[in-house]
């Protein structure tokens, strides 16, 4: 049973009667349980227990920390079958889905405990130099200290391994601060399941209650409360652009500059060297629409930028077209969502052309694959913009030089991908490297979508589609946003 209460201090609370329900994704209708909203008084009670949870939760040893990071990643696991019964509905994700989500969200708790059991505390050590000249060198040992109460803000289209106990989650209470996890309103239910996994493992493993704090609510002030409270030190966020820009200037208010890790979508370009459709067209096309569809195109990672060579052009459109327009309509993660991506087509219809949409149904979304040249895209700055869903857009390009010039006016993005063969890459290296200069992660004849949690993973990039183009929000270094260096000279412990 769910409560649809906020948890705080170890405890399920409530101090008002203002509560909103989840709505389920297929049939947008209202879901049972309601969830009441976090007041002003707990969401301060909150903070202010996350801050004394710190002065003892940044004491516990690594490996109390990684026991317990391990912990909550068992209580997950027996769990599963609620998460299937209930996250399906809330987001209308296929079971498949949510089973492979959840195991990857298990697998980076696994990987941040097992990382910071191994990493020293040291980073750097210079011994003294007392009888050096002209001047003697001190002892320094430069070390990391947690930053404090990180606030989490849940994401859309990920309810778990971008959520409750996801990648932001993990990654600070791995680094030694306790987090204040603000629940998407889409998907309440599956945030409280999830924290009851982790109000287990508190227990379990004798951690502070002020660890971790789960909080509701729909009031667009609640958030930025959030950020603003002088007992939060850094925040971390995935979403969209508006929504991430508003509480960067909330950020901006503070007394305290705070870090804001924020990943704000992207449109993840795909580069299509000369000679690769004529080699392939129908295995490319193929490609092309599995990535564009996989999750309703409700990745971060989705191929929503094609460039293509006006030579190949025809080729390609012809084995695209049959592909598209047997596309079977998907369910949205939210009613609102699915109104914003028809919106979202409908403008760009009226900028570009449509090329081929798939199959139409009530309450889902229609593929839509859109193609215009790179004259109308160099002048239009709205083509670049994201339509969040299974939509795409092709830009074709007269020779090398103009792909470059696309290139060049493209914003900041999460991914790229270069398809052509090992020749012709190599020919073109200083395309490629001016392409590097633009994304987080480039890869190589594979498609963008799917993103692997390992030590080598980034998955951030040049604004705007993250606020951090130093971070990563997933993958080993992503514990390093909430840290800090600290040197200490001289010491005698």
Known sequence: ????????????????????????????????TEFVNCSDSQLINACELAEEAFFIYRKKSVQQRADFINEIAEQLVRVEGLLLELTTLETGLPEARIQGELGRTVNQLRLFANNITKDSTEIAHD??????????????????????????????????????????????????????????????????????????????????????????????????????????????????YRVGMALQESIYKRKEPIPFYGELGSVNPQLILPGFITDGADVVAQEFVTSMNMGCGQFCTN?????????????????????????????????????????????????????????????????????????????NDKLSDEVFGPASLIVTY???EQAAQLISIIDGQLTASVHGSNQVINENKALIEVLSYKVGRLIFNQMPTGVEVSDAMMHGGPFPCSTDIRSTSVGSQAIQRFLRPICYQNSPI
């Open 1 to 32: 049973m769910l409560s649809g209460l906020c948890f705080i201090g170890g405890q399920w609370q409530a101090d008002t009667e203002d509560t909103f329900n989840a709505i389920n994704a297929t049939d947008h209708t209202k879901l049972s």
């Open 303 to 379: 191929p929503g930028l094609w460039l293509v060579s006006e030579s190949e052009q025809a080729l390609f459109e012809k084995a695209l077209t049959n592909k598209i327009q047997s596309s079977p309509a998907q369910t949205m993660l939210t009613p609102a969502m699915l109104t914003a991506y028809q919106l979202g087509c409908e403008k760009l219809n009226v900028e570009v052309t449509l090329l081929a949409k798939g199959l139409v149904e009530d309450k889902k979304a229609t593929t839509h694959l859109f193609v215009t040249s790179a004259e109308a895209f160099i002048k």
């Open 127 to 240: 011994v003294a130099l007392p009888e050096r000249a002209p001047l003697p060198r001190p002892e320094l040992k430069l070390g990391q200290l947690p930053l404090g109460p990180v606030a989490v803000f849940g994401a859309s289209n990920f309810p778990l391994a971008f959520s409750t106990a996801g990648g932001d989650t993990a990654s600070a209470l791995a680094a030694g601060c306790p987090v204040i996890f603000k629940s998407h309103s889409a998907h309440p239910g599956t945030c409280e399941i999830v924290t009851k996994a982790i109000e287990i493992a508190i227990n379990n493993c004798e951690m502070p209650k002020g660890v971790f704090a789960l909080i509701h609510s729909k009031a667009y002030e609640i958030s930025h409360s959030l950020v603003k409270n002088p007992k939060i030190k850094a925040v971390g966020f995935t979403g969209s």
């Open 398 to 400: 007269k020779d090398l």
